[in-house]
């Protein structure tokens, strides 16, 4: 039986995401999502006693939940000032190609020196060339002399990568891996493999900014961000309504269809003010919220204009606002292009969201190949013992989940 047990850790710039996951025998199953309002960035600067506290309250909250303290995390860092340095590594091969001589060719490209506002954040193996054969798998075995590997070092601003890392250890975490959140949202996404023969444009909406990705051929080729999001799209609707930001977000998110042509005018939000009874519906909820989507569709016209003009990429939304109803839909109005919003399909977790946080998972999983690490983030002592106190004398836990699911399904038929 292989059972592995990660914590994956995300920072937005509002929330601190952490999910709990587990891989057993090549499965990979959701255990726990926690989810902390946080002012981590004031603009590009890391708050971080924000950061720190958020992070101890969503471990505590996880911990307790799963019967096990969390030691360790995978950790998103996200991708401002972002740099990618392509290099081609080569390597004597004494026989065979071994796992030591991807090892050698990596660490030959970490020692690259980069500028000193960056940080490496990490390097990517891209492709893989023996006896002139290219590959993007790892041609282990192969007999040659000679190894070329293609490797991007992918960076990131050095302060705000620096004061993340240090806020998650002073929150007493062990830090088992570094990604960029637009590589991880990739993994999840598979959209690499999109690549091959096609541009795609990603775009990360959160609540105070949007972030870009040209992605192509396989490897992130740059990133641009926007300081617009979310909140600036439904700065109309507190100002005009009075709501808390947070339920003007979900509102917007769930319940604005963007894309309709009319609007109900049913209502579909009622709270109470100065015990007064207010309600809203569809059309004034869209009609309030018109002018920032459009200026929003039009900053992310003009910034995808350059590539539009020498290619026909498909754009892909995540984030916060790939949970918007239609905003894919005025996009590809915009843009006369393909454009998809994505969501996760994975079971607990299938928020747009929480794409990047997923995706940290696959992307230390595909890493293990290189390095070798084994180690989980969870206390698996306690988390054993709290799994037997739980399932008690039962024997099979796969059979007490069908037993559950016959037992729904007999109790809808009666």
Same mark, same amino acid.
């Given at each position: 039986? *292989?059972?592995?047990?990660?914590?994956?850790? /995300?920072?937005?710039?509002?929330?601190?995401?952490?999910?709990?996951?587990?891989?057993?025998? %090549?499965?990979?199953?959701?255990?726990?999502?926690? !989810?902390?309002?946080?002012?981590?960035?004031?603009?590009?600067?890391?708050?971080?006693?924000?950061?720190?506290?958020?992070? +101890? +309250?969503?471990?505590?909250?996880?911990?307790?939940?799963?019967?096990?303290?969390?030691?360790?995390?995978?950790?998103?860092?996200?991708?401002?000032?972002?740099?990618?340095?392509?290099?081609?590594? !080569?390597? /004597?091969?004494?026989?065979?190609?071994?796992?030591?001589?991807?090892?050698?060719?990596?660490? #030959?490209?970490?020692?690259?020196? =980069? *500028?000193?506002?960056?940080?490496?954040?990490?390097?990517?193996?891209? #492709?893989?060339?023996?006896?002139?054969?290219?590959?993007? !798998?790892?041609?282990?075995?192969?007999?040659?002399?000679? $190894?070329?590997?293609?490797?991007?070092?992918?960076?990131? &601003?050095?302060?705000?990568?620096?004061?993340?890392?240090?806020?998650?250890?002073?929150?007493?975490?062990?830090?088992?891996? =570094?990604?960029? *959140?637009?590589?991880?949202?990739?993994?999840?996404?598979?959209?690499?493999?999109?690549?091959?023969?096609?541009?795609?444009?990603? $775009?990360?909406?959160?609540?105070?900014? %949007? %972030?870009?990705?040209?992605?192509?051929?396989? #490897?992130?080729?740059?990133?641009?961000?926007?300081?617009?999001? $979310?909140?600036?799209?439904? /700065?109309?609707?507190?100002?005009?309504?009075?709501?808390?930001? &947070?339920?003007?977000?979900?509102?917007?998110?769930?319940?604005? !269809? @963007?894309?309709?042509? %009319?609007?109900?005018?049913?209502?579909?939000?009622?709270?109470?003010?100065?015990? /007064?009874?207010?309600?809203?519906?569809?059309?004034? $909820?869209?009609?309030?919220?018109?002018?920032?989507?459009?200026?929003?569709? *039009?900053?992310?016209?003009?910034?995808?204009?350059?590539?539009?003009?020498?290619?026909?990429?498909?754009?892909?939304?995540?984030?916060?606002?790939?949970? @918007?109803?239609?905003?894919?839909?005025?996009?590809? &109005? +915009?843009?006369?292009?393909?454009?998809?919003?994505?969501?996760?399909?994975?079971?607990?977790?299938?928020?747009?969201?929480?794409?990047?946080?997923?995706?940290?998972?696959?992307?230390?999983?595909?890493?293990?190949?290189?390095?070798?690490?084994?180690?989980?983030?969870?206390? @698996?002592?306690?988390?054993? #013992?709290?799994?037997?106190?739980?399932?008690?004398? +039962?024997?099979?836990?796969?059979?007490?989940?069908?037993?559950?699911?016959?037992?729904?399904?007999?109790?809808?038929?009666?």
């Amino acid at each position: 039986m *292989d059972k592995q047990i990660y914590a994956a850790l /995300e920072i937005s710039e509002h929330e601190v995401r952490l999910v709990i996951g587990e891989f057993f025998n %090549t499965r990979f199953n959701i255990i726990k999502v926690e !989810r902390v309002s946080c002012n981590a960035f004031n603009g590009t600067n890391v708050i971080k006693e924000e950061i720190i506290k958020s992070v +101890k +309250k969503a471990v505590e909250n996880a911990s307790k939940s799963i019967g096990a303290n969390i030691e360790k995390v995978i950790l998103a860092i996200p991708s401002i000032n972002f740099k990618r340095l392509p290099l081609k590594v !080569r390597v /004597e091969v004494e026989g065979v190609v071994a796992i030591e001589d991807v090892k050698e060719a990596v660490k #030959k490209a970490t020692s690259t020196k =980069i *500028d000193n506002n960056l940080a490496l954040i990490q390097a990517v193996c891209i #492709k893989y060339t023996v006896n002139g054969i290219s590959s993007r !798998r790892i041609p282990i075995n192969e007999r040659c002399n000679e $190894l070329l590997v293609n490797i991007d070092l992918l960076c990131a &601003d050095r302060k705000v990568a620096f004061d993340i890392v240090s806020s998650v250890t002073e929150a007493n975490l062990e830090i088992m891996d =570094i990604y960029l *959140d637009t590589y991880a949202t990739c993994k999840e996404a598979a959209l690499f493999e999109q690549t091959v023969d096609q541009n795609v444009i990603l $775009l990360k909406v959160e609540n105070n900014n %949007t %972030t870009l990705s040209l992605l192509s051929q396989g #490897k992130i080729h740059s990133i641009d961000r926007i300081n617009m999001g $979310l909140s600036n799209i439904v /700065e109309s609707l507190i100002d005009k309504y009075e709501f808390p930001i &947070d339920a003007a977000v979900n509102l917007v998110k769930y319940n604005a !269809r @963007m894309n309709l042509k %009319t609007y109900s005018k049913n209502p579909i939000y009622i709270w109470s003010k100065n015990n /007064e009874t207010k309600t809203i519906n569809e059309m004034e $909820l869209c009609d309030t919220i018109k002018q920032s989507v459009e200026q929003w569709l *039009d900053l992310v016209s003009s910034m995808c204009q350059p590539i539009l003009q020498v290619s026909k990429p498909t754009v892909i939304i995540t984030g916060e606002g790939g949970e @918007m109803q239609g905003l894919d839909n005025l996009l590809s &109005d +915009k843009l006369n292009i393909e454009v998809k919003s994505y969501s996760p399909e994975t079971l607990g977790g299938r928020r747009s969201s929480l794409t990047s946080t997923l995706g940290l998972f696959y992307a230390y999983k595909d890493q293990q190949v290189i390095t070798g690490n084994s180690s989980n983030s969870v206390n @698996m002592d306690q988390f054993e #013992k709290t799994i037997t106190y739980k399932n008690g004398n +039962k024997s099979n836990p796969e059979e007490s989940i069908t037993k559950k699911l016959k037992g729904m399904l007999f109790e809808a038929r009666k």
